[in-house]
């Protein structure tokens, strides 16, 4: 109970402080010192040379509502697995160690894990807490609309493609797994017991493989409820909202993912609440990115002004220090005449 | 100039390999055996060993990294703490340099030079946890991740190293006695140690700021926009410590390897910098009490994150805080140079606990040690200690070369 009410805290302090840091309260503004100087800002070619990175990315993600999506259906699925495993034969991963049939996996919480390789994606099983049926959820990248992986990767090797998917290259990887500290759903997994050529390793919904091919991702297509749907985002957010005013009682009133982090590309609807599915709830609806986008536009008025300032302070010190030396030498020579 | 600086300086100009010449290879191997190196010794071989371990069976076999909590101790160390620890070549240059201290110029050279170590060895410590370390580079001169805090962390890091070793290289052409080098590289000093602030105040800064991309992973007393203020502030901290306390231990351990200037000034310039660390720690203390009273988390501090948190700001800030007010005040330098220490483990906690004990707080099950990374973190840092006082040894660092005496930068 204590613990929920820690996480409920900082969600709605958190968005607030970043967006609207109340800067009455600190002496050192960064905001504020740097627009008092803006003529500056015009000297900045050099950060502009790199690339933009205050470029608000909402607005071009804004402009793709032709983008892909997923919607899983958390009341239909029944922990057949059968995902996993075209999930294992779309991608030509390992074979799995337990078989696809087998149940007993869900004795624990699993996740994709780089080091078995042998899905994208896994199906854990949770109770439904007020009747204590197993209810299940399918975990697997979301394709976040701004992800923080790719806006963490210092080599650009994750990357949100126009279609949806996010997208992987690994000729890029340097192995630093910024991505996986910055991925709010713990979905890349790194391969820790490869020395030669270690690699990221997540879901890229099947883009290359089948989506480009003009066919539907393998879980989606081989499901055998249909609890996967893949199309348009926008069309998703038509249909999930569709069925949850079609079964008021069998759905909460809840697209997971709408707005969930700005919004990610694969959606839920469920049954019951998704915290207690283990769906992160500390969310807000911003964007992470968003979060160290202020930052990063501060950096180049520093490379301006900096050195105007601690030149300035030397030239300063400087003729302080000659000035008095030359006071100290008149007063020798004055003292050698008397 | 002090017959005994000249004493020195006539031992050992141009003769810097002066020990193996007069000794034959066994006496010299005997000198070398003392016991701080045979210790020194074994640590590095293990550490070695199981760094051959590392590159040949993955990062998998000797960390206790996890698919969940993917960094470990050799970032938490060799590059959260290593960095802002190395701060002392930006700060003391730019008292020295730019606000004209003059009087704290006997201890700049060492300052750089622990400054130019300590990023080295982030670097290899980088290069031992990469995964594919071969393509450090690559954020360089192959693909800009440009959203990227940790492209901006890289391209700083690298142009800062540049940038300290040549602000370390007088020392090392004084030696060489290569005198026109040594002449036109001391002209850049005012440069450096400018272009030196413009690095350091952004990537120490984008240290903290890696992690404002996760506010649902790192615990909300860790977790504030201000970040890159605190981690700025306590590296200027972490820098002026490691320079109180390496100074302290060069005077105890390295006497023979300095002048009387140096030795002399030791006192002074302790409780001139313990004075400002004071300021800088109180400072710190302050926003990280904002940084709590605007996320208005004081409900946390019952928990055992909360004791932990408490643990950190009170024993390791605010009390060296106070104890080097107290102790420049009363000019116990004793006082100051154990303080220092105390900071120094106090920025090392804060740094492992940003980016390891308070990030994934919520994972139900974790594990934070493992002792092959352990024996290799500390492989490293040995190696780093023998190469600093191979350095010392044998370079102009804590003395002035006789060439150069009177001369005025
Ligand atoms: S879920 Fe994680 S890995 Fe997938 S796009 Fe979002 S941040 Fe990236
Ligand atoms: S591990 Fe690879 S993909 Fe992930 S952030 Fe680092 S370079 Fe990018």
Same mark, same amino acid.
């Given at each position: 109970?204590?613990?929920?009410?820690?996480?409920?805290?900082?969600?709605?302090?958190?968005?607030?402080?970043?967006?609207? *840091?109340?800067?009455?309260?600190?002496?050192?503004?960064? @905001?504020?010192?740097?627009?008092?100087?803006?003529?500056?800002?015009?000297?900045?070619?050099?950060?502009?040379?790199?690339?933009?990175?205050?470029?608000?990315?909402?607005?071009?993600?804004?402009?793709?509502?032709?983008?892909?999506?997923?919607?899983?259906?958390?009341?239909?699925?029944?922990?057949?697995?059968?995902?996993?495993?075209?999930?294992?034969?779309?991608?030509?991963?390992?074979?799995?160690?337990?078989?696809?049939?087998?149940?007993?996996?869900?004795?624990?919480? /699993?996740?994709?894990?780089?080091?078995?390789?042998?899905?994208?994606?896994?199906?854990?099983?949770? #109770?439904? *807490?007020?009747?204590?049926?197993?209810?299940?959820?399918?975990?697997?990248?979301?394709?976040?609309?701004?992800?923080?992986?790719?806006?963490?990767?210092?080599?650009?090797?994750?990357?949100?493609?126009?279609?949806?998917?996010?997208?992987?290259?690994?000729?890029?990887?340097?192995?630093?797994?910024?991505?996986?500290?910055?991925? *709010?759903?713990?979905?890349?997994?790194?391969?820790?017991?490869?020395?030669?050529?270690?690699?990221? @390793?997540?879901?890229?919904?099947?883009?290359?493989?089948?989506?480009?091919?003009?066919?539907?991702?393998?879980?989606?297509?081989?499901?055998?409820?249909?609890?996967?749907?893949?199309?348009?985002?926008?069309?998703?957010?038509?249909?999930?909202?569709?069925?949850?005013? /079609?079964?008021?009682?069998?759905?909460?009133?809840?697209?997971?993912?709408?707005?969930?982090?700005?919004?990610?590309?694969?959606?839920?609807?469920?049954?019951?609440?998704?915290?207690?599915?283990?769906?992160?709830?500390?969310?807000?609806?911003?964007?992470?990115?968003?979060?160290?986008?202020?930052?990063?536009?501060?950096?180049?008025?520093?490379?301006?002004?900096?050195?105007?300032?601690?030149?300035?302070?030397?030239?300063?010190?400087?003729? /302080?220090?000659?000035?008095?030396? #030359?006071?100290?030498?008149?007063?020798?020579?004055?003292?050698?005449?008397? | 100039?002090?017959?005994?600086?000249?004493?020195?300086?006539?031992?050992?100009? &141009?003769?810097?390999?002066?020990?193996?010449?007069?000794?034959?290879?066994?006496?010299?191997?005997?000198?070398?055996?003392?016991?701080?190196?045979?210790?020194?010794?074994?640590?590095?071989?293990?550490?070695?060993?199981?760094?051959?371990?590392?590159?040949?069976?993955? !990062?998998?076999?000797?960390?206790?990294?996890?698919?969940?909590?993917?960094? &470990?101790?050799?970032?938490?160390?060799? !590059?959260?703490? &290593?960095?802002?620890?190395?701060?002392?070549?930006?700060?003391?240059?730019?008292?020295?340099?730019?606000?004209?201290?003059?009087?704290?110029?006997?201890?700049?050279?060492?300052?750089?030079?622990?400054?130019?170590?300590? $990023?080295?060895?982030?670097?290899?410590?980088?290069?031992?946890?990469?995964?594919?370390?071969?393509?450090?580079?690559?954020?360089?001169?192959?693909?800009?991740?440009?959203?990227?805090?940790?492209?901006?962390?890289?391209?700083?890091?690298?142009?800062?190293?540049?940038?300290?070793?040549?602000?370390?290289?007088?020392?090392?052409?004084?030696?060489?006695?290569?005198?026109?080098?040594?002449?036109?590289?001391?002209?850049?000093?005012?440069?450096?140690?400018?272009?030196?602030?413009?690095?350091?105040?952004?990537?120490?800064?984008?240290?903290?700021?890696?992690?404002?991309?996760?506010?649902?992973?790192?615990?909300?007393?860790? $977790?504030?926009?201000?970040?890159?203020?605190?981690?700025?502030?306590?590296?200027?901290?972490?820098?002026?410590?490691?320079?109180?306390?390496?100074?302290?231990?060069?005077?105890?351990?390295?006497?023979?390897?300095?002048?009387?200037?140096?030795?002399?000034?030791?006192?002074?310039?302790?409780?001139?910098?313990?004075?400002?660390?004071?300021?800088? !720690?109180?400072?710190?203390?302050?926003?990280?009490?904002?940084?709590?009273?605007?996320?208005?988390?004081?409900?946390?501090?019952?928990?055992? $994150?909360?004791?932990?948190?408490?643990?950190?700001?009170?024993?390791?800030?605010?009390?060296?805080?106070?104890?080097?007010?107290?102790?420049?005040?009363?000019?116990?330098?004793?006082?100051?140079?154990?303080?220092?220490?105390?900071?120094?483990?106090?920025?090392?906690?804060?740094?492992?606990?940003?980016?390891?004990?308070?990030?994934?707080?919520?994972?139900?099950?974790?594990?934070?040690?493992?002792?092959?990374?352990?024996?290799?973190?500390?492989?490293?840092?040995?190696?780093?200690?023998?190469?600093?006082?191979?350095?010392?040894?044998?370079?102009?660092?804590?003395?002035?070369?006789?060439?150069?005496?009177?001369?005025?930068?």
């Amino acid at each position: 109970m204590e613990k929920k009410l820690d996480v409920k805290t900082t969600n709605k302090c958190k968005p607030r402080s970043i967006l609207s *840091p109340d800067l009455s309260t600190v002496k050192i503004s960064r @905001r504020g010192f740097l627009k008092g100087n803006a003529a500056l800002a015009g000297a900045l070619l050099l950060w502009d040379a790199l690339g933009e990175p205050a470029k608000g990315l909402a607005r071009e993600i804004n402009g793709w509502p032709d983008r892909y999506g997923m919607l899983t259906d958390l009341t239909r699925c029944f922990g057949c697995r059968i995902c996993e495993k075209a999930c294992n034969k779309a991608n030509d991963l390992e074979p799995p160690a337990t078989p696809f049939e087998d149940k007993s996996v869900f004795e624990e919480k /699993r996740r994709v894990n780089a080091h078995t390789n042998e899905t994208y994606t896994v199906v854990n099983r949770y #109770a439904d *807490p007020k009747t204590g049926e197993p209810v299940y959820r399918k975990v697997q990248c979301n394709h976040c609309a701004e992800p923080a992986c790719a806006s963490a990767c210092p080599v650009s090797a994750l990357k949100k493609s126009p279609d949806g998917p996010v997208l992987y290259n690994e000729n890029l990887c340097i192995g630093c797994r910024y991505c996986m500290t910055a991925c *709010p759903f713990y979905v890349p997994a790194f391969e820790y017991f490869d020395a030669g050529s270690p690699a990221i @390793r997540k879901c890229s919904m099947c883009y290359t493989r089948r989506i480009s091919k003009g066919e539907v991702p393998a879980c989606a297509s081989e499901c055998p409820v249909e609890a996967i749907t893949f199309g348009k985002r926008s069309e998703l957010i038509k249909l999930a909202r569709e069925k949850i005013v /079609r079964n008021p009682d069998k759905y909460i009133d809840h697209i997971y993912g709408e707005n969930e982090f700005g919004g990610t590309d694969w959606l839920y609807i469920s049954g019951i609440a998704f915290e207690e599915m283990d769906f992160p709830s500390d969310t807000g609806t911003t964007p992470l990115p968003e979060f160290t986008r202020e930052f990063l536009s501060a950096v180049p008025l520093v490379l301006v002004m900096w050195p105007a300032l601690f030149g300035g302070v030397y030239l300063f010190s400087k003729n /302080r220090s000659r000035t008095a030396e #030359a006071g100290t030498e008149n007063t020798k020579k004055e003292g050698n005449q008397s | 100039m002090s017959e005994y600086t000249k004493q020195i300086g006539a031992a050992r100009k &141009g003769v810097p390999e002066e020990a193996t010449q007069e000794l034959t290879m066994p006496q010299y191997l005997k000198k070398l055996a003392t016991p701080f190196n045979i210790v020194a010794g074994i640590i590095v071989l293990v550490g070695l060993g199981l760094i051959v371990v590392r590159y040949t069976m993955g !990062l998998g076999a000797v960390t206790s990294a996890s698919q969940d909590q993917p960094w &470990g101790l050799f970032l938490n160390i060799g !590059l959260f703490s &290593g960095v802002p620890l190395s701060a002392s070549g930006f700060v003391l240059g730019t008292v020295v340099f730019i606000f004209g201290l003059k009087h704290y110029e006997p201890v700049v050279k060492n300052a750089v030079l622990l400054g130019f170590l300590g $990023y080295l060895f982030a670097v290899i410590f980088l290069l031992i946890d990469l995964g594919r370390p071969w393509r450090l580079p690559y954020p360089m001169a192959v693909s800009f991740g440009t959203t990227s805090v940790l492209f901006l962390v890289a391209w700083h890091v690298a142009l800062y190293l540049s940038c300290q070793f040549l602000e370390f290289v007088p020392s090392l052409f004084e030696w060489a006695g290569w005198k026109v080098l040594r002449r036109w590289t001391i002209k850049l000093t005012i440069g450096l140690t400018i272009f030196g602030i413009m690095l350091s105040t952004l990537h120490q800064s984008a240290l903290g700021a890696l992690f404002l991309l996760a506010p649902g992973k790192l615990h909300p007393l860790w $977790y504030t926009p201000y970040l890159p203020v605190l981690f700025l502030n306590s590296a200027i901290a972490g820098g002026l410590c490691l320079v109180i306390f390496v100074t302290y231990l060069t005077r105890r351990f390295l006497k023979e390897q300095a002048d009387a200037e140096y030795l002399a000034s030791i006192d002074k310039i302790t409780l001139g910098l313990g004075k400002g660390v004071s300021l800088v !720690l109180i400072t710190y203390f302050a926003v990280k009490i904002i940084a709590l009273a605007h996320g208005n988390h004081w409900s946390l501090l019952n928990t055992t $994150y909360g004791y932990w948190y408490l643990v950190e700001i009170l024993g390791f800030v605010l009390l060296p805080g106070i104890l080097f007010a107290l102790g420049s005040r009363s000019k116990n330098v004793g006082l100051v140079q154990f303080t220092a220490l105390l900071t120094i483990i106090g920025v090392v906690i804060n740094r492992i606990n940003v980016s390891l004990i308070a990030l994934n707080w919520q994972l139900p099950e974790r594990e934070f040690f493992d002792l092959r990374e352990f024996l290799i973190v500390i492989g490293v840092i040995t190696i780093e200690v023998l190469v600093y006082r191979w350095i010392v040894s044998h370079m102009p660092i804590l003395r002035r070369h006789p060439d150069y005496e009177n001369e005025h930068e």
